[in-house]
Structures are given as C-alpha cells and as structure tokens.
C-alpha cells in the first residue's frame, strides 16, 4: 500500500514537473510569440515627436509611419517627416527580404529623388532622431540568440509588472558586423507579451541609450501597442519622444503605398 | 600672388569651424533625473486619440474641412536671405559689374486643392537681389515658354493637375521631371531646363508636360511623357562676372554662360509640332537588391550648335552671322544603382544620337560610389562620414559633319573626364560639414571646383549654412574664367 501510494507521488510528482518544464519557454519562444500576438495585416500611425538635446532645447516634428505584411512575415515599411518644413517630405522606405538585406531608400525632397542606402548607414541615427535606420527595422529573430535572463516584477507607470528580461546578442559574425549594439536587454511583460524596456548597449558593451514604452492600448484583440515612447540617449545626451495621434490597424493600404511613385507624386505628404 | 587652393581651403575650414557653436567634445556622463518629457506628451494626450479599423476606438468626429482651410493647411514654403562677398573684383569690360558683395531674398511657396483621387498643385518664388541685369518679369509674360535670360521675379514654376489611382499616376502641366540614378552628375537628367543666372545656385525651370506613371508590376514602373514645350536654360548676362576672363584666343561660343554676343542670334525651338519632345522609360526597384532604369527621349537638346550664316547687306556686302540653335535628339540612356556591405555603387550612360549630323553622335557615362563611415566616424566624436565619388567622361562615336555647322555642343557638354566628389561630415542632427569638388581633367581644359560648406540648424525650420566657393584651372577651362570668382556665402533659410 505505502509503495503504491509512494509511486503514486512520484508519478503526480513528475507530470508536475514536466508541466513545469513545457511553461518554461525559450527566449526566442517569447520573442516569436510576441511578434504572433502583436502583428497585423496593415498599420498606419501619425505621431507627434519631440527631440530635446543636452541644453534642454526641444524640436517638433510630425511622422507618418505605414506598415503593411505583403507574406508570411514580410513586411514594408514608410516613414515620412511632415513637420518641420526643412525636413518636410523626406521618407524613408524598407522592404523586408528574406534570407538577404533589407532594401532601404531614403527620399530627400530637396535633391528630388530617391537615394539607395546601404547596409552599413543602418548603424546611423536617422534623420537626429535617437532611432537608427536598424531600431527601425522588424526584428531579426532568425539572427539573434534570445536568452532569458531572468524574471522580474517591473515597476512601470506606477505598477508592477512581472516582466521576462530578456537578452538579444547578434547570432552570427555577419550579423554581429553590421549591428550597432553588441547586446539589446528587454524587459517584455508576461501577461500582454509587450516591450516595456530596451537597453541597448553599443559594441564596447557600454549602455548606450534605453527605449521605453508607455500607455499601452488595445487596437484590435490582443494587438496592443504603446501611445508614448522615450528612446534616452545617454551616449548623446539626447532624447526622442514620440506620441501617436492616430492609428489605424489592418484597413487597406495598396502596395503601391510603399514604392517611389508613391512619394513622387506626392501622396505620401496627403 | 600666386594661388594655394588647398591652403585656403583648409584655412577657410578652420575659420568655419570656430565660428561654429561650441561644441563638447567630450563624452558626458548624462542622466535624465525626471523625464520632463513625459509630463509634456501626457498632456498632449489628454485629448482621445484617434483609432481606427478593426477593433480600434470609434473615431472622433472631426470637422469637415472647407476649401480655404485646405488651401491654408497645404500652403508651405520658405524665406531665404543669402549674401555674397567675391574676394576679387572681376575683369574690367564694358558695363561690367564690378561690385563684390551681393544680397537677395528668395521666397518660395507651394500649395495644393484636392478632391478624391484629383489634386491641383501649384508653387513657385518671389525672389529679388542686387545683381545687375539678373532679375525681371513674372510668369504672366511668355506663359508657355519663357524666353527671357533673366531670373522671373515672381514664378509659377509648378502648375499641374494630378489623377492618380493605386496604379497609375497621370499628371498634366508644369513639374520638373527628373531621370537617373546617379548621385552627384547625372547624364541622363537632360529634360530639366535650369536658371543659371547663378551657376552654382541654380533653380529648376520645369516643363509643361502630359505624362503617364503606370505600375505594371511590382515596384515596375512605366513612364510616358508628351512635352510640348522646349524650355531654353537661363544664362548670366553679359556683364556678370560669371561671363568670366577671357583671353585673346578663348572660344566665346560654348560656356553655358555665353551670351550677347553682336555677331551670334539665338534659334531656340519654338513651339511647334516639329519641336515636340516625347519620353518613355522603364525603371524597376528592389530587384534582387538591384535598381535599374532604362529610358528614351526624342526632341531638342539642351545643348546648343552653331551654324554660319551668309547674308548680303544692302551694301552689297556678304556678312557672316554665327546662329546657336537647338538640334533635334535621340538620347537612349539606362542606369543602375545596388549596394553592398557599407558601399552604394552606381553607374549610368547615355547615348545621344544626332539627326542630319549636326552635332556629335556620343556616349556620356558616370560611374561611382558612396561608403558610409561610421564606426570609424564615431571615433572622431562624429556622427558619420559619407564619401561620394564619381567619374564622369564620353566617348565620341560620330563628329558633327552638316553643311554650314561650324562648332558641336562638345565644349557646353559637362562630364567629359570629371571626377567629381563629395564628402559629408555629421556631426550632429544640427551640425554638419560638407565638401565638393570637381576636377576636369581634360589636357588644356583642366579646372578645378571646390566647395566647403558648414550649416547648422538654429531652430526648427532654420537652417544657416556659411560656405566658400574656390575655382581655377586654364584659362580657357569653365573653371578657369571663373578663377575671379572665389566667394565667400552666408545663408538663413526658414521653413515652414
């Protein structure tokens, strides 16, 4: 009786743990499922961003960002400057490939074309932001090992949140060439599976700036994204805030949305 | 005196570079204690936002908007004030203007009417300045063709009606038109008349055109344009110091900037049938990594000829008069531009054919490259370094050979054995530097063109820009006659 009920326990004991074990998930499962939860087919966001340097002074722009899935997590993307009017009408198109680099044009309305950028500009701030052309990029997940470091409870906007913190290194010699960052860390919530924090960290590992997230709302379902977002250049003494003013989630946006006629006739400034 | 342009250029670096603010140079251990930030966008947020689309928050009614207020939200534009200081006094002739210093404001505009997939689209300048014999008239006059050498004082540049669909863009008017893939000269971009009253701040004539941008793949693009209206480039006048030196024995005939000459008459292309200009070209994007065009055009060149002409006075006596006239041309170009780790590279080529020999049949061509620093930028306390370099020449495959044609558009043609550069210094979202050059490297024409330029951002929308402007070379060179020119800029221009 006693070794059956011994036996019993152990058993009990041993699916419990293996329950245990499968919740358990990898970096790359939290990252993987992230991108699951939170994409959609098509996005449109107008933002309001403010860029302050060291001396305090301030500069306000206005963007446009469109997005759009065209495959299986393929996506291309538009950004355009409405405000202010030096900056006004530049644009900056990315198409996703997969297994090759992602094509990148930058429109400059004073030079009145489009100019392909390479790969290397990507390490670059784009247009005084503190965003690079690579933070603006999808993630790679395929080039990136993710591991967890640890779980944490998160004070955020006055809450606690039990985060994931999670840590991205460059997966490959080519990828660790072309990156800016020798390591990203991301506090990523557990519940909503959202970014609150990245700290990214330049090739000497040095904490070069952090990006955080705030006021996260649902627009549609489970897809949720943040209404302000701080990148805090400690490297540059800047920072870039942006607040989103208008979003639209999975309406029709054409592919022609994200080609060079598109800009050059204008419809990209409507 | 003799000359040291590198000297002077370093020289004139240095003086830009202390009259720029100051800067640190020295990494900050910078923390953000309270982000103030956030206390500005949580009240910019205090307004719902707008949400859209599936499950999105139901959007905020918003105001319809009238026509004026569209007029008013589209309207944009610019003011720009720019002196000049010339550090030598140009060649004395007859009514030549002999001053050093020159000023003007420029105040460009544009706007827009919409309804559904229809726009009107309008812009243009008032411009005005103290340089002689520069500015006169305004759009209303010579409406369809402008005629005049001089800078409009006020402009309608661009004037056209747009209809575009998801696949096709048709458009009807006035708007520049530009071709190429290059990045600093660009062989291919001839149907883009320029004022060039100033010849290193030029400005964009535009041209009245019907065309057509069809999508017929993914980003595959076919253009076709009807161009009725052959617009002349505008040149200095006679007594602008850009006329340049010249010596006994410089050809007066072929520099962009020739004019006034008593024995030469202008046979610009009128406005006929015979003088239609019509353009097609392919262009795909992203392929492969790669971009490509390939294009065509057929009408007048913007390079002119000459041709003699005998006439019999009422003396009896036969007297030769020199005509420049616009030839009619084919010009088939193609191009391509790919990257490669940090390197951009690009190339293009033209062939322009000829009708009844009047003028060179030949291939015009640039090839080049951008790299991008910016690990090694970053070490220097800069933000990045783009170096730009092209090389530019032609090969000649038929000389002109017409009756009564004296001279081909060879010595107006630009790009023949050029290296032309550029090197862009970041320091900042508001600081940078840049340089420009360009050396012409063919024996007995060599030259030589160099730019620095500093600008830095005030505030939103003002940029100041201090720049200096070095030329030499032969004295039959373009930069040669321009050798007296050396000038020092200083410009505002706010955007809004």
């Known amino acids: 009786m006693a070794r059956r009920t011994i036996i019993w326990i152990v058993g009990i004991l041993f699916l419990f743990s293996a329950s245990v074990v499968s919740a358990q998930m990898t970096g790359k499962q939290v990252m993987e499922k992230q991108k699951e939860r939170h994409k959609v087919k098509t996005e449109i966001g107008k933002e309001d961003m403010v860029l302050q340097d060291k001396s305090g002074a301030k500069e306000n722009r206005q963007v446009v960002r469109y997005a759009k899935e065209v495959g299986k997590d393929l996506h291309r993307y538009l950004i355009v400057f409405l405000s202010p009017g030096d900056i006004r009408g530049t644009a900056l198109r990315t198409w996703e490939k997969k297994g090759g680099d992602n094509d990148q044009w930058l429109y400059l309305p004073a030079q009145k074309k489009e100019q392909r950028i390479a790969k290397a500009g990507k390490k670059n701030y784009f247009m005084g932001t503190d965003f690079t052309f690579e933070d603006m990029e999808p993630e790679d997940l395929n080039n990136f090992n993710y591991n967890i470091l640890r779980s944490e409870q998160f004070s955020h906007e006055g809450k606690a949140y039990d985060c994931y913190v999670i840590e991205a290194l460059p997966a490959n010699d080519k990828k660790k060439q072309e990156t800016g960052y020798a390591k990203r860390i991301m506090w990523i919530e557990k519940a909503n599976l959202t970014t609150l924090k990245t700290d990214f960290y330049d090739k000497r590992n040095k904490h070069q700036k952090t990006q955080t997230n705030f006021k996260y709302v649902s627009v549609g379902g489970a897809v949720m994204r943040p209404m302000q977002t701080i990148m805090n250049n400690m490297e540059k003494s800047h920072k870039t805030a942006t607040t989103t003013r208008s979003r639209q989630i999975n309406t029709n946006i054409g592919d022609s949305t994200f080609t060079e006629q598109f800009i050059q006739s204008g419809k990209h400034l409507e | ?496």
């Open chain 2, 1 to 496: 005196m003799k000359k040291r342009p590198l000297l002077t250029s370093l020289a004139f670096l240095l003086v830009m570079y202390l009259l720029c603010p100051p800067i640190t140079w020295g990494q900050t251990d910078y923390r953000f204690q309270e982000d103030d930030l956030l206390k500005e966008m949580d009240k910019a947020v205090e307004a719902p936002p707008e949400q859209k689309g599936e499950g999105g928050v139901a959007p905020v009614p918003v105001k319809q908007p009238t026509v004026l207020s569209k007029l008013v939200d589209d309207f944009h534009g610019s003011l720009r004030l720019r002196g000049m200081h010339y550090w030598q006094n140009p060649q004395e002739r007859e009514g030549a203007d002999t001053r050093n210093d020159f000023g003007s404001a420029l105040f460009k505009f544009s706007d827009k009417i919409g309804y559904q997939n229809v726009a009107l689209n309008v812009g243009g300048w008032v411009e005005y300045g103290n340089e002689e014999n520069t500015y006169s008239g305004t759009s209303f006059s010579e409406f369809w063709q402008d005629m005049d050498r001089r800078r409009r004082i006020v402009d309608i540049n661009d004037l056209y009606l747009n209809y575009s669909r998801d696949t096709f863009n048709f458009l009807v008017g006035k708007k520049t038109l530009t071709n190429g893939m290059s990045t600093l000269y660009l062989p291919s971009d001839r149907m883009r008349p320029q004022d060039l009253n100033d010849p290193l701040d030029v400005k964009d004539l535009n041209i009245w055109q019907a065309r057509m941008d069809y999508d017929v793949a993914e980003a595959t693009t076919l253009t076709a344009a009807f161009l009725p209206v052959y617009q002349p480039q505008k040149t200095p006048s006679e007594t602008s110091r850009w006329m340049g030196e010249r010596k006994q024995g410089d050809s007066m005939e072929f520099d962009i900037y020739d004019a006034g000459n008593a024995n030469m008459k202008d046979d610009v292309a009128k406005v006929t049938d015979t003088n239609f200009g019509y353009f097609a070209r392919f262009k795909k994007k992203g392929f492969h990594g790669w971009d490509f065009f390939a294009s065509f055009y057929h009408g007048p060149n913007p390079f002119y000829v000459v041709r003699e002409e005998q006439e019999q006075t009422s003396a009896g006596v036969t007297k030769t008069t020199r005509v420049k006239e616009v030839v009619k041309v084919d010009d088939y170009a193609a191009g391509f531009s790919t990257t490669y780790e940090s390197w951009e590279f690009h190339g293009e080529v033209v062939y322009n054919y000829t009708y009844d020999r009047k003028d060179d049949d030949y291939f015009n061509y640039v090839t080049g490259f951008t790299y991008t620093f910016d690990d090694f930028a970053k070490k220097i306390w800069l933000e990045k370094i783009d170096v730009t370099v092209e090389y530019a020449n032609e090969i000649i495959t038929r000389f002109q050979n017409a009756e009564t044609y004296v001279s081909s558009s060879k010595k107006s043609r630009l790009g023949r054995n050029d290296i032309l550069s550029r090197i862009n210094f970041e320091y900042n979202d508001k600081l940078s530097f840049q340089f420009v050059c360009n050396f012409q490297l063919t024996r007995g024409e060599e030259g030589r063109f160099q730019r620095l330029e500093a600008k830095y951002k005030l505030r939103d929308g003002l940029i100041s820009k201090l720049a200096g402007e070095f030329f030499g070379g032969q004295s039959d060179s373009l930069y040669g006659r321009w050798q007296r020119n050396d000038r020092l800029i200083l410009e505002f221009e706010y955007s809004f």
